[in-house]
């Protein structure tokens, strides 16, 4: 199978929906002439015009809005914020229509809207690096995905992309150009499908977006010394496949929660409550949930990088439970 970039496998998601229906156009800043500040959408303006690829002023709220409006009356928009850090200016559009008008409406309204969204810390300091992924799993009406692999990134997104519900597409920075197998032919993934990246009988390590990179490898290094630990990538957050989670921690005994957002209110609060509800008599010990520091992210590099978990943090607390 031919290998791709993560980022190439985005933009093919973009292009392949945006040939087979009219009714999807992207927005965003730089997103037609300059390609995006990424390169994902590099080439879609040439092909599908500025009616369909169109750059906007630095307006993130007005930008939310135009989305939710225009989904309202049948369009599916792909609103690209680029850093989440960014969507604190435009909550009230997501939180109080995106998520909401489904509900109220008794499923007469339908919001397509995709945000996509970049977190987690390249050295670009607080306002430019946060993961804020708990601040939407929170809110009741929205999907949240976030792929670790260009496959898993293509599908999830054609699958975004064709649904009838508001998605926050949460990619990561440093994901953009790791390279990964994905087929050339049609295919996507369904939400709420959890994926085991690694199998193992040990330990049960959920880890999301880049940390999925970070508890490989660190299972590779403890497989080395005979502990064995099975990686488990949700891919989507909600819906969760908590079934997933659960068969493994029944295998295995052992839970720990790996993700990039401080550990304080994280999603890993949340996956081991609810495997807690579904698994308790399967524990062994308690289950660790493993996070960024609770401070804002800072700039220096040596220190964003004290802050943030890493495979060292995995393995020590690994070989604790032991």
Known sequence: MREITYCEALREA?????RKDQSVFMIGEDVGRFGGWFTVSKGLLAEFGGARIKDTPISESAMIGLGVGAA?????PIVDIYF??????????????AAALGYVSEGRVKVPLVIRV?????????????????????????????PSTPYDAKGLLKTAITGDD??????HKLLYFKK???PEEEYTIPFGEADIKKEGNQFTIVATSLMVREALKAAEELEKEGISAEVIDPR??????IQTIVSSVRKTSRLIVVHEACERGGIGAEIVRQVVDRAFDSLDVAP???????IPLPYSKPLESAAIPSAKDIIRTVKELM
Do not use: Y
Request: aromatic share 4%.
């Open 14 to 18: 973009l292009r392949e929906e945006m």
């Open 72 to 76: 309202l009356t049948g369009l599916r």
């Open 84 to 97: 989440i850090d960014l969507v604190a200016v435009c909550m009230d559009p997501i939180v109080n229509l």
């Open 118 to 146: 970049t977190g987690g810390g390249t050295g670009q300091g607080h306002d430019h690096g946060k993961s804020l992924e708990a601040w939407f799993v929170h809110t009741a009406g929205l999907k949240v995905a976030m």
């Open 166 to 171: 508001p998605v926050i597409f949460i990619e």
């Open 180 to 182: 990964g197998p994905v």
């Open 236 to 241: 989507t957050l909600i819906p969760l496949d």
């Open 288 to 294: 660790k949930v493993i996070g960024a520091k609770n």
